[in-house]
């Protein structure tokens, strides 16, 4: 490790393999803390390349507990967080959008780290359980048409480097890590990111690793569409700047959307939506975003057409219908 600091020191890079074996090594315990946590800092001071990040996700992926769904077409909605913004679930409750609209979904998740409500906390105050059983995922995915890997339970690897991400206090490489480590390896996503710098990082890195995805970075600073102004879509056939009106939707201000500071208030908005009681931008904005697995899925779409069909999807009440069945299941 400290001939690997010393190359990075002098402003080197390195290889897919270096960081694949650095990253095994430090969850394998080989090094003293100090060392970890200088090699952590040095992807602070510049930006990680392509090829490290792949190695750094093929370690973590090494080590996961590895789920087979028994198909290749789900879909993963999962983003960076860390825009600070303080939204509701928007990802989440998107996703269960698109499963009532008939898009497969695994999404990975877990607790908030840079917000109040992770999708794992609205999940669990609202009564689901979490767990890693195969049958059981497949079960809720064919029953429900969603499934939910929540990441402590897929990723004991990440208890190892805890005590040092928890005494650094900033952000990390493995803030990076969480949405590109789906334990199913799904070949589509949807992925939010807080800036225009790791979106192109993640479309580099999908362009190896995925079959289609849809990286999304707001121009005002979300990780998702926020209808509160134009997003940048960053997918395999190029980029494009959207904003409210391609989907028919109207633009809305920042306090529309906002979490309610609170994991019991973010669940409300959560279910309110599903139930129909939502307020528009908080109903409009979680079809926007369903609205781009849809597109994934159905690539023949517009974004309009797709924003109609998450619509349906939460006025017919199939999303719903798709978070009760995920509950129940998810209790047996």
Not at 99 to 118: E, F, Q, R
Not at 162 to 187: H, S
Request: charge should be negative.
């Amino acid at each position: 490790m400290r001939d690997l600091l010393e190359h990075l020191f002098r402003s080197n890079t390195i290889t897919e393999d270096q960081a694949r074996t650095a990253l095994l090594e430090i969850v394998e315990k080989k090094h003293d803390l100090t060392l970890v946590a200088s090699f952590l800092t040095v992807f602070r001071m510049r930006p990680v390349t392509v090829e490290e990040l792949l190695g750094f996700r093929e370690a973590l992926l090494s080590l996961c507990t590895k789920v087979d769904l028994g198909r290749d077409d789900c879909i993963d909605m999962c983003g960076t967080g860390g825009d600070g913004k303080d939204t509701f679930n928007i990802s989440t409750l998107a996703s269960f959008i698109a499963a009532g609209a008939g898009v497969p979904i695994a999404k990975h998740g877990n607790y908030g780290v840079s917000s109040i409500c992770g999708s794992s906390h609205v999940l669990e105050s609202l009564g689901v359980r979490f767990h890693a059983d195969q049958d059981l995922l497949r079960a809720q995915l064919e029953q429900s048409g969603i499934c939910f890997f929540h990441a402590p339970l897929f990723h004991p690897a990440m208890k190892e480097v805890a005590p040092v991400r928890r005494a650094l206090g900033i952000r990390t490489i493995f803030n990076l890590l969480g949405p590109l480590c789906n334990p199913a390896r799904v070949k589509k996503q949807v992925v939010g990111v807080f800036s225009l710098e790791i979106a192109r990082l993640y479309s580099a890195l999908l362009q190896k690793t995925a079959d289609d995805y849809a990286v999304v970075h707001a121009l005002d600073g979300y990780d998702e569409i926020s209808l509160t102004g134009p997003a940048r879509v960053i997918a395999p056939r190029g980029e494009e700047i959207v904003s409210p009106v391609h989907f028919g939707a109207d633009p809305c201000k920042a306090h529309d959307i906002e979490s309610g500071g609170t994991i019991e208030a973010a669940a409300q908005i959560f279910m309110h939506v599903l139930d129909g009681v939502g307020t528009v931008p908080q109903k409009q904005v979680a079809c926007a975003n369903a609205a781009l697995a849809i597109r994934l899925a159905k690539p023949e779409s517009s974004y309009e057409d797709s924003f109609l069909e998450a619509t349906e999807s939460v006025d017919s009440g199939r999303a719903r219908e798709c978070f009760q069945k995920f509950s129940e299941l998810s209790r047996k």
